[in-house]
């Protein structure tokens, strides 16, 4: 067990296993996937490629409360500590246009994206904790530049399900709130944990290429537009490079509460959000929206996610 230890959730597919490819060089890997019907032939693969037998598969849907419980549980049962734990795992479901609750009666975006990952870290801080250099990192998302918008706010009065039979369902509102949720959870974290000496930063993940299934989702012109992007962006593999040094440089071995763009940039709160600047931080990548510094936001957000996380 002189090896270091990461979680990498949803590690079956896309920038999750790029990132298990790339750690299992030298970590013993837990890949904690929901879908244990393909991710046993991507262990075995990842196994295959590295030659590192220590790529351990454990089932959790970061969804559900219940199989989070079951899923740390297990873990703490089996390793001794955890060195890093990555947040890759995401719910967004191009096209539906229904409103779907987790089987915590969550709206399933903010049950897969915030919550889930907020009572995971809660539950292994303890084996966080026995590590002599434990780092936590979130996938994040440019879409939360919809928040340069200053009419754009999460919608803290629906996340169960409240009114969902009269306003309208957006998959990717829900998305980018929750991804916005995380950040300023990120930030929270950060603080809550320095004394810890847990580092906790969140990372934004820019264009990568799609897979046919996620394509085949989307609306008949966003097929389109993503297959052309796809001509351009780039693989996987080049996003999980940053999860893995993010994680394990001395440069980021002093970083927390950030959020670090695709170039590995501290990105810093806007100072204002209005007529070309404005334009200026959606297209750019140095910037992130002041609505995630918000204290009132960040308050609100972690209250709910600890009411809503305790057993």
């Known amino acids: 067990m002189k090896e270091k230890i990461v979680i990498i959730t949803g ?26 019907e393909i991710s046993p032939a991507v262990q075995r693969d990842i196994i295959e490629t590295t030659r590192n037998t ?10 559900s409360f219940d199989s989070i419980r079951t899923f740390c549980t297990a873990f ?3 390793y001794p500590r955890l060195d890093i734990l990555i947040h890759n795992a995401a719910y967004l479901n191009h096209g539906v246009k229904e409103y779907k609750l987790s089987t915590d009666h969550i709206e399933l ?16 801080l303890d084996h966080l904790k026995k590590s002599p250099d434990p780092r936590i990192l979130h996938a994040c998302t440019t879409n939360i530049k919809s928040f340069f918008d200053p009419k754009r706010k999460i919608e803290f009065d629906n996340l169960r399900g409240e ?9 990717y509102k829900m998305y980018g709130d ?11 974290m950060a603080e809550e944990f320095k004394s810890m000496g847990i580092l906790v930063n969140a990372l934004q993940i820019n264009r990568v290429k799609l897979s046919k299934e996620t ?9 389109v537009f993503a297959w052309v992007q796809n001509l351009t962006n780039p693989l996987p593999l080049d996003m999980a490079d940053n999860y893995y040094h993010i994680c394990t440089s001395d440069e980021f071995k002093s970083v927390t509460g950030q959020l670090i763009n695709h170039k590995r940039e501290i990105v810093k709160p806007s100072i204002t959000e209005k007529g070309f600047t404005q334009l200026k931080n959606i297209f750019g ?17 972690w209250r709910l996610s600890t009411t809503l996380t305790e057993d």
Request: hydrophobic share 45%.
């Open 285 to 301: 990548s140095s910037s992130y929206p002041s609505y995630a510094t918000n204290a009132q936001n960040v308050e609100q957000i």
């Open 76 to 78: 703490k049962s089996k």
């Open 178 to 188: 929750s991804k916005m949720a995380l950040l300023m959870l990120t930030f929270k």
């Open 54 to 63: 220590h790529v351990d598969l454990m089932e959790l849907d970061v969804s």
């Open 109 to 124: 975006s903010f049950a897969t994206n915030t919550f889930g990952p907020f009572l995971m870290t809660r539950l292994l």
């Open 11 to 36: 590690a079956n597919s896309g920038i999750g296993k790029a990132a298990a490819l790339k750690f299992a060089e030298g970590f013993r890997v837990i890949m904690a996937c929901r879908n244990m």
């Open 215 to 223: 394509i085949n989702k989307m609306h008949s012109f966003w097929k």
């Open 163 to 171: 009114l969902r039979g009269s306003r309208p369902y957006s998959t």
